[in-house]
C-alpha cells in the first residue's frame, strides 16, 4: 500500500483539492485498496485551538463542480512523525518544498516531490492570492493523473 500526503501552505485549497482528486481517480479506477491518501500544512495559519479551518469554500465549490466531495476535511500541520508514516509527500510548489525538508530536518529517503514534476514540471500557483480556482483544478488534475500513472507503471 502507497501512502501519499499532498502538502500546501495552508491545506485549505491547493492540498486538500489534490487529496480529494487523487481520490476520485483511484475511485474511479478501482484501485482505492492501493493508497492512503491525506494532504496537510506547512504552516499553522489555518490552525486555531487546535482545530483546523475546513476547506476554502471556493475551492470546495470548485470540486463540487466536478462532482467531488471533500466534506469533513480540515486543515492539519504536517508534522516530523509524518516522514515514517508517508512514503511520498507531494508539494505544490518549490516553497512548501522547501518547508516540509525544512519540518523534517531533510530529505534522506527522497521523499519530497513537486506535484508538477510529475507533469509538465512548473509550481500550482496558490488561488487564495490570485482567485483562478478552477485553474488551480486542472493543474492538480493534470498533476494528479500524471501521478497515479507514474505511481501504477512503477509497479
Given at each position: 500500500m502507497k501512502r501519499i500526503m499532498f502538502v500546501c501552505l495552508g491545506n485549505i485549497?491547493?492540498?486538500?483539492?489534490?487529496?480529494?482528486?487523487?481520490?476520485?481517480?483511484i475511485k474511479k479506477k478501482n484501485i482505492e485498496h492501493k493508497y492512503i491518501v491525506a494532504s496537510s500544512a506547512t504552516s499553522s495559519d489555518e490552525i486555531y485551538m487546535g482545530v483546523g479551518n475546513p476547506v476554502y469554500p471556493p475551492a470546495k465549490e470548485d470540486l463540487k463542480k466536478h462532482?467531488?466531495?471533500?466534506?469533513?476535511?480540515?486543515?492539519?500541520?504536517?508534522?516530523?512523525?509524518?516522514?515514517?508514516?508517508?512514503?511520498?509527500?507531494v508539494c505544490m510548489d518549490n516553497s512548501n518544498v522547501k518547508n516540509t525538508i525544512r519540518i523534517f530536518?531533510?530529505?534522506?529517503?527522497?521523499?519530497?516531490?513537486?506535484?508538477?514534476?510529475?507533469?509538465?514540471?512548473?509550481e500550482v500557483a496558490d488561488p487564495w492570492y490570485y482567485g483562478h480556482f478552477d485553474k488551480t483544478y486542472k493543474d492538480v488534475l493534470t498533476g494528479c493523473t500524471a501521478l497515479l500513472g507514474a505511481l501504477e507503471e512503477s509497479e
Open positions: 485549497c491547493r492540498s486538500p483539492m489534490a487529496e480529494f482528486v487523487f481520490k476520485d481517480l462532482g467531488i466531495s471533500c466534506e469533513g476535511k480540515r486543515a492539519v500541520q504536517l508534522t516530523v512523525k509524518d516522514y515514517e508514516k508517508y512514503d511520498l509527500f530536518n531533510g530529505d534522506p529517503q527522497n521523499k519530497v516531490k513537486l506535484l508538477l514534476d510529475y507533469a509538465c514540471g512548473g
